[in-house]
Structures are given as structure tokens and as C-alpha cells.
């Protein structure tokens, strides 16, 4: 290295007192620029201003008070990932776009992609457990297997990404009640019965779905892992807080605002009459990280024929409530145009996430830390 402006990878952790992981981030986040040594192509130097400038950001004395009440309701992430990023209304999945992943990459490969190169391979189909609702089967397997799973600490990440392969082949199995094998959305077009066309759009789903920075599940996820429990147990975690009607639970709500919307306006009156106390947020309309529009619902929506009732519903609704559709709102319309189960919007929002999981929860159990944030006390205090 004969350039005193840049630096290698291991003094750049040194004065930023990071893991490599985390240097990485802050490349795929624009907070460090970095270049190929031109005297060694396997290894990448940093700008020593950009280190030193964020290092000392790091550095600035905060009170925990102030730390306490950061904003964690929309905020800035709380935690290093270098997973994916929301970055000027875009999606981004390391280095690539989520509209490139979905274009070229099927679930699986958005998996390994996820993990950063670990081999992501086919596992054979697991007998659905009994249960009627897809929730009810998902929870049998996954507590199941939580109450055997080995702690993550002292697995390797390829350990761990088989234990991953297993788990989301048999979660796959259970949501959709059937004894399969191979990629993810051939399996739900023999379990649905899908089209060439509807086959194609769930793919696209999937690889969308798969991560979206530290949302509720992924967050819980991570708590989870940070504690060193199996890897089941964190997708556990995750699944529970996938359930709540807030999260997962807005795919049905979404699905009966488009319903209300294809019959007319009076209907979208009284759909918004019984939901009187949700945002449009909550069934499928406005965005806080999309100002302009969810990319991944615009994506979606583009392959769909615009003149289709489902549509049209959207676009009312759209103006109706002043915000544009977002991945829930496609979800509904790609539910309704082709015919899938009532439980499907939920049931790939589960499939594709399971795999953004996995990669959180490795993550974070590599990294060694522990999340224990602190309370911002509010209550009564002694006279």
C-alpha cells in the first residue's frame, strides 16, 4: 500500500473497534468508500478520512438518557446489519437491488445471497403436522423443533445455514399442508395449483418479501439469537411476532380493504367505518421508509393487467386515502387475480421472511453481542 489516504481492512477496524461485518456495512451503506488494492485484487482498502471521520462520530459522548429515548418507532436502525438497506426509496439486498434479486433469483437464492454465499441446498419434504389454520401448523413444527434445537453459539455460519435449509423446507410444508420438495414456489404452485404467470409473480413475492431491514419480526429475531438460543427458537420468535395483526396480520385486512374497493365507494365508506382506529398503513396504503411509493408493491403491481377490478380498487384506494399501495395491498391484489387461499397473502409473507430470519439470526449470533436496551422511565416516582 503506498497511498497514506487509505487503509486496510484490519486498521480500519481497529479505529472504528468493529468486527469486519460490520465494515462491510458501512460500505453497502455509503458510510465508507472503499477500493480494490491494486496490488492485491482479493482485498479492498478504505478511505482513511471516512474511517477517522466516522470513527469519531462514534466516539462523541451521548448521555444513556438521550440513547434511551432515540426514536425505535421508525427510527434509525439500532443495530449493524449488512443484510439489506431502505436507502433513498430503494431496496437493497447487500450490494443489488430487491427488484434485481426478484428478477433473476428465486427464494432460495435469495437465501444464499442473504448469507453471503453460503450453499443453500434442497432438503427432502417433511409431512405436514395436522392443524387447520396454517398458523396453527407452522407453530407445531417450529416448537418442535425450538425445543431440541442446539445453541448457535460455536456453530459455523455453513452449520448453521443447513440447520436454516431444514427449517424453511419444513415450514414450507406445514403452511401449505403438503408433503413436497424442491424450490419454494414450484412447491406452491403444485399445492395451489398456480399458472405459469402466477407461479412467476409468487417467485417475485418470495425474493421481495425475504428481508426488510429490522422490521417487528426480524427485530425479535435478533433478540432472540443474542442470547445464544438455537436457531429454531429465533424463528419461533420471529413467527409469533409475524402473527400479530399490526404485521403479518394486515395481508387479510389488506385483502378485505380491495374487496371493499372493487365493490365501490360506499363499501370502502363502510370498510373504513368498522376500521375506524387503523391507518391506511394498516391495510395496505403508505409507507413510513417509502415516501414515494413501495417499490416492492410497484414492482409487483406492474405485471398485473391494469385494467383489472383489482386494480382500479387499488388506485381508489390510493386516492381515496392519499398514499400509494404498499407490498400489502399487492400482496391482496395478486391473492384475488389469481385465485389463491384465503390464507396466502399471510402464508408468503411467512415463507419469504423465514429467510431473511435466518440470515438475521446468524448474524447476530456471530457478532457475540447481547441486545439489552435501556427504559426511558415514565412512571411515578418517590415524593
Known amino acids: 500500500m503506498n497511498d497514506a489516504s487509505l487503509i486496510d481492512a ?92 426478484a428478477e433473476a433469483m428465486t427464494l432460495e437464492d435469495v437465501a444464499a445471497h442473504h448469507l453471503r454465499g453460503s450453499v443453500y441446498t434442497d432438503q427432502p419434504g417433511t409431512e405436514p403436522p395436522t392443524g387447520d389454520t396454517a398458523i396453527a401448523r407452522a407453530l407445531t413444527v417450529l416448537g418442535a423443533a425450538a425445543a431440541t434445537a442446539p445453541p448457535m453459539q460455536g456453530q459455523t455460519p455453513q ?20 408433503h413436497q420438495s424442491g424450490p419454494i414456489h414450484t412447491r406452491i ?32 429475531v435478533r433478540v432472540c439469537a443474542s442470547t445464544g438460543g438455537g436457531l429454531a427458537t429465533a424463528l419461533l420468535a420471529g413467527f409469533c411476532t409475524l402473527t400479530g395483526p399490526r404485521h403479518g396480520g394486515v395481508a387479510a385486512t ?13 363499501q370502502m365508506a363502510r370498510f373504513q367505518a368498522r376500521n375506524a382506529s387503523l391507518a391506511p398503513y394498516a391495510y395496505g396504503y403508505g409507507h413510513p421508509l417509502y415516501p414515494g411509493g413501495d417499490i416492492r408493491a410497484s414492482h409487483l403491481l406492474s405485471f398485473e393487467n391494469r385494467r383489472a377490478p383489482e386494480l382500479r380498487a387499488v388506485r381508489a384506494w390510493a386516492k381515496h386515502v392519499q398514499a400509494p399501495p404498499n407490498i400489502d395491498a399487492a400482496l391482496a391484489v395478486i391473492s384475488r387475480r389469481h385465485a389463491l387461499p384465503p390464507e396466502a397473502g399471510f402464508i408468503l409473507f411467512a415463507l419469504g421472511r423465514t429467510a431473511g430470519w435466518i440470515a438475521h439470526a446468524i448474524e447476530q449470533a456471530q457478532s457475540g453481542h447481547i441486545i439489552r436496551p435501556r427504559a426511558h422511565y415514565i412512571g411515578p416516582r418517590p415524593s
Open 10 to 101: 484490519r486498521t480500519a477496524c481497529t479505529l472504528l473497534g468493529v468486527k469486519p461485518q460490520s465494515l462491510y456495512a458501512y460500505v453497502s451503506r455509503g458510510l465508507l468508500r472503499a477500493q480494490i488494492d491494486v496490488g492485491d485484487a482479493r482485498r479492498s482498502l478504505y478511505t482513511r478520512a471516512d474511517v477517522e471521520a466516522l470513527a469519531q462520530r462514534h466516539h462523541r459522548s451521548r448521555a444513556r438518557a438521550h440513547v434511551a429515548q432515540e426514536a425505535i418507532r421508525w427510527g434509525d436502525p439500532v443495530l449493524e446489519t449488512a443484510i439489506s438497506d431502505v436507502r433513498d426509496g430503494m431496496l437493497y439486498f447487500g450490494a443489488r437491488t430487491a427488484i434485481d434479486c
Open 159 to 178: 452449520d448453521l445455514a443447513q440447520i436454516g435449509t431444514t427449517l424453511m423446507s419444513t415450514l414450507a410444508n406445514a403452511l401449505l399442508r403438503a
Open 189 to 220: 404452485r403444485a399445492a395451489w395449483g398456480l399458472s405459469d404467470a402466477a407461479t412467476n409473480q409468487i417467485r417475485r413475492a418470495l425474493v421481495l418479501l425475504s428481508d426488510h431491514e429490522l422490521n417487528p419480526s426480524t427485530f425479535a
Open 254 to 266: 389488506s385483502l378485505d380493504a380491495l374487496n371493499a374497493g372493487i365493490v365501490g365507494a360506499e
